[in-house]
């Protein structure tokens, strides 16, 4: 193992057991003890280093190497420090005790997304030490809050200190991974594009009576269960997407299947068939947008019948729908019910997009192909959500990319997101590590 990927490894150790735990409070995250670690690694000659903190303890820091000509492309190396929260009971090993076990480091935030935060500091590291002058800027930014939708990161950061952050380019999550489809050498995903966050509240109505007599009663939570289940069980048409359309045709897959995943009357009668249910859930997700019923709260003493409850619902919305678009799908979904209920936007952004005929995708699927020999990228459509939309909002190009050895494959990758057992092996470092060593050098020399 060379030097550089014991730094990587080292460092990422640290930022898992540091336990940086977001749960959507205010008072959440404690990025500053991550960004503390990144600080003493990225400290020194070459680098020009600032903290953004609109949060007591919740600060962002940007590492910058200036670049030699104003005019020059800037490129920005984007992760972040926080990760969600993980059930012990249900890990194989300590999910904050970064440990090392047979070539894996395991802990929450492996590869969502300390994996990256870490070899991209330890990149810039190695380029300042090395006397590195790129013509455009190069810069490191370790945001906090991504995980609670950049309130406090960076939305914050573009909305109060654009300067500070604006770049051409930017690389963060989520990409990378070798898709089990098609034959031939791995498919590698680019991200380009991600869905629109609609986290929506649906408020239901009762009458409040006494536990003790439920005959005919209005039970606000009895509606609220029936809601649930409707929203569950709606499923809108299949959307086929640029974005998705480019994906399935840089596949190397049989033509009569390849017609189907872009027929979108065949489309959902194929992925209830694929066998990894991983790439089955990403697949429906890249081509629908969903509706997932995730809390629900009513209530407030055993005894009484409550008058109120509230579920909440994360909507994803494929591009080129809106909250207009989402409040009629749901309203659709509850029928009979949608006249009792109150519709609210709690969270609410639209999809975002890059294109991909840019400097920075020829560089990406060029140095891939490279380190992972003959492999293929095409474009992805990521059904979560990233800090990027809120760098394009700038006017960067924004791509999502890694790379991972064989030994993550991308079933297991796409459920330890915000999953169990979260691990990333150290060749997987050392080839992300590589990776971002040769892009920022072709755009930025």
């Not at 810069?139 to 109060?160: F, M, N, S």
């Not at 209005?218 to 997407?241: K, Q």
């Not at 640029?242 to 979108?264: I, K, Y």
């Not at 297991?412 to 997987?428: C, L």
């Amino acid at each position: 193992m060379s030097t550089i990927v014991d730094e990587v490894t080292d460092l990422l150790q640290h930022l898992i057991r540091n336990a940086c735990v977001n749960d959507g409070s205010r008072d959440s995250g404690h990025e500053a003890r991550n960004v503390d670690v990144l600080r003493g690694l990225l400290d020194g000659p070459g680098l020009d280093l600032e903290t953004y903190e609109p949060v007591p303890g919740r600060p962002s820091l940007v590492a910058r190497i200036a670049g030699s000509d104003p005019a020059a492309p800037s490129l920005m190396l984007m992760g972040h420090t926080d990760v969600v929260p993980a059930n012990p009971d249900r890990w194989r090993h300590d999910p904050f005790g970064g440990e090392l076990v047979d070539g894996f480091v395991w802990g929450r935030g492996a590869v969502d997304m300390f994996n990256l935060t870490a070899t991209m500091a330890v990149t810039v590291k190695e380029l300042a030490r090395t006397g590195f002058r790129p013509r455009g800027d190069l810069v490191y930014l370790a945001v906090a809050d991504e995980e609670a939708g950049g309130t406090h990161g960076a939305e914050w950061l573009v909305d109060h200190e654009p300067d500070a952050v604006r770049t051409d380019y930017v690389v963060t999550e989520f990409g990378g991974q070798r898709f089990p489809l098609g034959d031939g050498p791995p498919t590698l995903p680019i991200t380009v594009a991600e869905k629109g966050p609609h986290w929506t509240e649906i408020h239901v109505t009762g009458t409040p009576g006494h536990g003790s007599m439920p005959l005919r009663t209005d039970n606000a939570a009895v509606t609220a269960a029936e809601v649930v289940a409707r929203v569950a069980a709606y499923r809108p048409p299949a959307v086929l997407t640029e974005v998705w359309q480019g994906f399935v045709s840089g596949l190397a897959l049989p033509e009569e299947l390849r017609q189907m995943l872009l027929d979108p009357l065949q489309l959902d009668d194929v992925l209830e068939q694929l066998p990894d249910i991983g790439l089955a859930r990403f697949a429906h997700a890249c081509t629908h947008t969903t509706f997932s019923p995730n809390v629900v709260v009513s209530g407030t003493k055993v005894n009484v019948i409550p008058d109120r409850a509230t579920v909440q619902v994360d909507v994803r919305a494929l591009p080129g729908h809106d909250s207009n678009d989402i409040r009629a799908m749901l309203e659709e979904a509850l029928g009979d019910l949608a006249d009792r209920c109150e519709i609210v936007f709690a969270f609410d952004q639209v999809a975002s997009a890059s294109p991909t005929d840019t400097p920075l995708w020829d560089v990406l699927s060029q140095r891939a192909a490279e380190l992972v020999p003959g492999a293929n990228v095409v474009p992805f459509l990521l059904p979560g959500a990233t800090d990027s939309r809120y760098l394009r909002r700038l006017g960067a190009i924004c791509y999502g990319f890694g790379l991972y050895t064989e030994r993550i494959p991308f079933d297991d990758f796409a459920t330890m997101f915000h999953g169990d057992d979260e691990r990333i092996d150290v060749g997987s470092l050392d080839l992300t590590t590589q990776l971002w060593l040769r892009t920022v050098r072709d755009m930025l020399e």
